[in-house]
T-cell receptor, first 114, second 115 residues
Framework: AQTVTQSQPEMSVQEAETVTLSCTYD???????LFWYKQPPSRQMILVIR??????QNATENRFSVNFQKAAKSFSLKISDSQLGDAAMYFC???????????FGAGTRLAVHP | DVKVTQSSRYLVKRTGEKVFLECVQD?????MFWYRQDPGLGLRLIYF???????EKGDIPEGYSVSREKKERFSLILESASTNQTSMYLC??????????????FGPGTRLTVL
């Protein structure tokens, strides 16, 4: 069975600095998708970025980028120029298709300090 | 804008009560999901549905049932609530297909407390 591990329960960063959140996963499949979701305090979970496993190029969405290492089964999220609004729970998730079921990690709570 | 709504943000029930949590999406999505979110455990899938009247068990279905009579509505039922079902419940929906590409859209969550 697939598993997703986020080993950092909490992280903090200074405003305008860069932070990297870690995620590792375990799967025997070769084709799948990986996601980072953001859950702000008392607000709905939203998609931050997604990566297709067969694409070697790392996905980027404005200040958010990933470092996808397929052989190492690692999928980290880098947030550049951190802003106060980036403070949230961040979840890494795995999807191998089918009914689009997601397998989530335990989450990392990110604090952003002014 | 995709919208997923849940019937209550906060709910307090007593042990043994039957509890209904309702979720409605307005984007004609085929797939709908119910998760529970607990600190340190992330989100765990309870049940999902890929079509009207169709349902599949997720990873933690014990103590729960679901109903999907209309495409836009997916209900989670706690037949006899217990204190260990105190949690945050999240509903989500997505398009089908896409080989895993399609994102899930989430509701705001229902924080359920069972006393």
């Amino acid at each position: 069975a697939q598993t997703v591990t986020q080993s950092q329960p909490e992280m903090s960063v200074q405003e305008a600095e860069t932070v990297t959140l870690s995620c590792t996963y375990d799967t025997s499949e070769s084709d799948y998708y990986l996601f980072w979701y953001k859950q702000p305090p008392s607000r709905q979970m939203i998609l931050v970025i997604r990566q297709e496993a067969y694409k070697q190029q790392n996905a980027t969405e404005n200040r958010f980028s990933v470092n996808f290492q397929k052989a190492a089964k690692s999928f980290s999220l880098k947030i550049s120029d951190s802003q106060l609004g980036d403070a949230a729970m961040y979840f890494c998730a795995y999807n191998s298709g089918g009914y689009n079921k997601l397998i989530f990690g335990a989450g990392t709570r990110l604090a952003v300090h002014p | 804008d995709v919208k997923v709504t849940q019937s209550s943000r906060y709910l307090v029930k007593r042990t043994g009560e039957k509890v209904f949590l309702e979720c409605v999406q307005d984007m004609d999505h085929e797939n709908m999901f119910w998760y529970r979110q607990d600190p340190g455990l992330g989100l765990r899938l309870i049940y999902f549905s890929y079509d009207v009247k169709m349902k599949e068990k997720g990873d933690i279905p014990e103590g729960y049932s679901v109903s999907r009579e209309k495409k836009e509505r997916f209900s989670l039922i706690l037949e006899s609530a217990s204190t260990n079902q105190t949690s945050m419940y999240l509903c989500a929906s997505s398009l089908t297909g896409g080989g895993g590409y399609n994102e899930q859209f989430f509701g705001p969550g229902t924080r359920l407390t069972v006393l």
